[in-house]
């Protein structure tokens, strides 16, 4: 039997039934612990990323940095499995609803599968996975923001525009690309929702708002020094 942290704010009975019927050693705490000692010293990690993938993905960061030899399942809820990607650093993922049999041959497999080492070389920005412009700095291992050092309260969705918009500065990009590039191509709303986006992103980055500029009837950018800061922006098309 495995010894299994179960990193989870809502308890194994919620967030994965069958885990209790597995026999296996479990211990549970909130995803935020994530960057601590493993309790008990576990063979095992499952990360509960059912309801809030933005503070789920940090904790996967965490544990990738800070315990790369430490194999980690992700359990999700159906619809959350289109965020999943090589990003996360997970040894594997389960739906929440996984029966008995199916979550115990995933745990086994986890256990039998090599740790994938992390990728190395530094991304944009001042540091490895580090993207940073004018104030605008994002953690990509931990998805964490912060403008003007301040920690940026962003959702999933939020926190990936942002990136994608600082990682391309001056760049102007359609609606349509963005919810190419950011909601992706499976992706069947409309581009409305792009201006909503944007427009909860600039009321979160409060000063630096003018940042995200909009090209009329064309798309947004990043804006670059160079293109100046346009405080009367406007999101009509």
């Known amino acids: 039997m495995a010894r299994i942290l179960l990193l989870s704010a809502h308890g194994a009975a919620e967030a994965l039934p069958a885990l209790g019927l597995l026999g296996h050693t479990l211990s549970v705490a909130p995803p935020q612990r994530a960057g601590e000692p493993m ?10 990323a059912r309801l809030d993938l933005a ?3 940090r904790a996967a960061g965490l544990l990738a940095r800070l315990h790369p030899e430490l194999p980690t399942l992700g359990v999700f809820a159906e619809a959350g499995l289109a965020a999943v990607s090589a ?3 997970l040894t594997g993922v ?6 008995p049999a199916e979550l115990s041959a995933r745990i086994r497999l986890a256990l039998e599968t ?3 080492p992390l990728a190395a070389g530094p991304a944009a920005g001042h540091g490895a996975g580090t993207l940073s412009a004018r104030g605008i700095v994002i953690d990509e291992a931990s998805y964490a923001a912060t403008a003007s050092g ?6 999933y969705k939020e926190f990936e525009l942002l990136r994608f918009l600082v990682a391309n500065p001056g760049r102007v990009f359609t609606r349509d ?3 190419h590039e950011v909601w992706g191509q499976d992706y069947f709303g409309g581009t409305r929702t792009v201006d909503v986006h944007i427009r909860r992103l600039r009321a979160k980055l409060g000063e630096h708002e003018t940042l995200i500029g909009t090209v009329r ?4 950018r990043f804006n670059r020094a160079e293109d100046g800061d346009d405080p009367h922006h406007t999101d009509e098309r």
């Open 39 to 48: 309790p008990t010293g576990a063979d095992l990690a499952i990360l509960d």
């Open 55 to 57: 503070e789920a993905l």
């Open 87 to 89: 990003q996360w650093r």
């Open 94 to 99: 389960v739906l929440d609803g996984a029966g």
């Open 114 to 116: 090599p740790a994938a």
């Open 150 to 155: 301040r920690t940026l309260d962003l959702t």
């Open 177 to 179: 690309q963005l919810l």
């Open 217 to 220: 009837n064309v798309g947004y």
